[in-house]
């Protein structure tokens, strides 16, 4: 399903644009809402989330695939975390396509597909690391992953294959946080597969608050 919202660009609290590989991260408040733009198309964004009172609480993907009953992240998904508690629900999605299961990319995953002299190119996982780091985190607490405009379709054998993305200039997708949730986003630097266009670009991150009762 897909569903455009109204929130009005000038009423956001918050407006980044995250570089071309950068990475990111921000605690989100119970009831806002983040806004993620691929501003140029096929840009993959590789997400994990917390509890920011407790970060032994994050998303998971198989809690998350087997309460919705479906393989892709929309309009409607509820991000659960590890203890089944929802952490946020997709309220909108102008692209329709976002993977949870292909995971976010590694040198050493990059070595082992592509070859040794990909070793030293920048990676998901590395992005994720340094950002962790911040909240005192560490290598342990990198778990599965949202990739945000990443096109990963199931083939009929159930090989998940990573294709052209499908996401145009502008599109967005937004989520609304259930509990205070920490964001760590990484502005995905692949250029070994299709996942950005073999030409990462930069992203708008944008928060609005929320309504006040
Ligand atoms: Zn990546």
């Not at 087997?66 to 102008?94: C, F, K, M, P, W």
Request: hydrophobic share 40%; charged share 20%.
């Amino acid at each position: 399903m897909i569903a455009h919202t109204a929130l009005p660009s000038a009423a956001a609290s918050y407006d980044q644009i995250i570089p071309a590989t950068a990475r990111w991260s921000r605690i989100l408040r119970r009831g806002q809402v983040l806004r993620i733009v691929d501003l140029e198309g096929q840009q993959a964004v590789d997400a994990l989330f917390y509890n920011a009172d407790d970060h032994a609480e994050r998303y998971s993907v198989h809690d998350t695939l087997l309460a919705q009953g479906h393989a892709y992240i929309t309009t409607g998904s509820r991000l659960l975390s590890n203890e089944g508690n929802l952490l946020a629900t997709v309220t909108a999605d102008t692209c329709g396509r976002h993977d949870t299961s292909a995971g976010a990319c590694s040198c050493e995953a990059n070595t082992v597909r592509f070859g040794h002299h990909t070793r030293y190119m920048h990676a998901c996982r590395e992005n994720f690391l340094l950002e962790l780091t911040r909240y005192g985190m560490s290598k342990r607490d990198i778990v599965s992953n949202i990739n945000f405009f990443m096109n990963v379709p199931i083939l009929p054998d159930g090989e998940l294959a990573i294709v052209d993305g499908v996401s145009q200039p502008g599109d967005y997708v937004e989520l609304r946080a259930a509990i205070d949730l920490l964001c760590v986003l990484s502005n995905c630097p692949q250029v070994n597969n299709p996942c950005n266009g073999f030409r990462p670009t930069p992203i708008r991150v944008m928060i609005w608050d929320a309504p006040s009762s």
